[in-house]
């Protein structure tokens, strides 16, 4: 019998989704030898009661990439990581971490687990959940070891504390750390039995600019040694800067996944020429000259094609030269995932993310 997905999406019911028994197969999903899928998650969906918080998600994740779910608060990443951290139990999908596959299919009414071998998945995991803390009356050193004791094989508690730059730190009590540093113990933490994939939940909320590109720096090298990271961010900004492949997850859903690039160049609306402050004549010659051109405030703004714009860019230059115009700048500004999730939703990403 096939398995039939059913997803109470209830915004809009999706009621056969599919899938064949050839697509259940772990090797027909994972084994492709040159891009190794270490997560795999097909019509996943999770309800609580009639909302669902996460609806028929579909996505894969390679070894070896940091992959970035970025999303406003509420959108359905904490509960996604969760579940594929085997804390949440989903109403529905299947779910493929390092080969261990787990099935929650409906058998009649019920939706049932089949193959969960979630010891085997926990064991090859590493997790920093949102809002981590560790031990207050710890020192980084002895909160470490009381995490990496817990395994029977775990990393040497003094690599971990080099690996972090937290070897100054040392002795000191997890209270007395500042919050970028108590992020890379819990990033230290997550890496004690030295795990394939490391889960980070959103592991910069909260902190100041220098400790977030600290933070960044520690997430990086976590790349650097082969692991695969999956992080959740509400900030468009992180995504961009550490993700290979990015999802964007909005009330549940998938509304888009590919690299940074990829998603700015087809969703982002294409880059902007802005002409600052350059007088009531200029601006009257530019939005002549250039329909592209709108008036925004003091400032003329100009859409640039996929090409570039370098000809409208010559004109605008050429017009504010020949008629002796000065303006304060001109520059470009390049589309971001934040216009991505503006185009793609009609909202702003940072208002809901705050
Ligand atoms: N146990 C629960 N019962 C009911 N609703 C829940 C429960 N847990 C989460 N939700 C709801 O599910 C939605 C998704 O929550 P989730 O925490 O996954 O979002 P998120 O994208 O991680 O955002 P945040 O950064 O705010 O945690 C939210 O609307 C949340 O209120």
């Not at 809009?12 to 772990?26: G, K, P």
């Not at 996505?59 to 804390?87: D, H, R």
């Not at 090298?221 to 961009?240: I, N, W």
Request: proline fraction near 3%; aromatic fraction near 8%.
């Amino acid at each position: 019998m096939q398995p039939v997905f059913i997803c109470l999406c209830y915004d809009r019911i999706r009621m056969a989704d599919i899938m064949s028994e050839n697509d259940l197969n772990a090797g027909s999903l994972l084994l492709n030898k040159d891009n190794f899928n270490v997560i795999e998650i097909r019509y996943l969906t999770k309800n609580y009661g009639k909302f669902s918080a996460v609806c028929n998600m579909s996505l894969s994740v390679k070894q070896g990439e940091i992959f970035a779910m970025l999303g406003p608060n509420g959108a359905g990443k904490t509960t996604t990581v969760e579940i594929l951290e085997c804390i949440k139990t989903p109403t529905a999908g299947f779910i493929s971490i390092l080969g261990e596959n787990i099935l929650y299919a409906p058998a009649g009414n019920i939706f049932m687990v089949q193959d969960a071998n979630f010891n085997g998945i926990k064991e090859k995991i590493g997790v920093l959940p949102q809002d981590f803390s560790a031990f207050d009356l710890l020192t980084v050193y002895e909160n470490i070891d009381y995490f990496a004791n817990i395994y029977r094989k775990h990393e040497s508690v003094d690599g971990l504390i080099d690996f972090l730059g937290l070897k100054d730190k040392r002795n000191v009590l997890f209270k007395n750390l500042s919050g970028g540093l108590k992020r890379r113990v819990g990033i230290a933490i997550a890496l004690v039995n030295n795990p394939e994939i490391v889960f980070l939940d959103e592991p910069t909320t909260g902190l100041d600019p220098k400790a977030r590109r600290d933070v960044w720096e520690a997430i990086k090298s976590l790349k650097a040694r082969g692991k695969t990271v999956f992080l959740t961010t509400h900030y468009m900004d992180e995504a961009y800067y550490l993700a290979d492949r990015v999802c964007i997850v909005n009330k549940g859903s998938i509304i888009a996944e590919g690299s940074p690039e990829d998603l700015i160049n087809e969703y982002g609306g294409g880059n902007t020429l802005v002409i600052r402050e350059c007088g009531s004549d200029a601006i009257c010659r530019l939005v002549e000259e250039i329909p592209e051109s709108n008036v925004v405030g003091r400032d003329v703004q100009v859409k640039l094609p996929k090409d570039g714009g370098m000809a409208i860019i010559a004109k605008a230059v050429s017009i504010i030269n020949s008629g002796n115009f000065s303006c304060k700048e001109l520059y470009v500004k390049k589309s971001t995932l934040e216009d991505v999730f503006l185009n793609l939703t009609g909202e702003k990403l940072t208002e809901r993310g705050q």
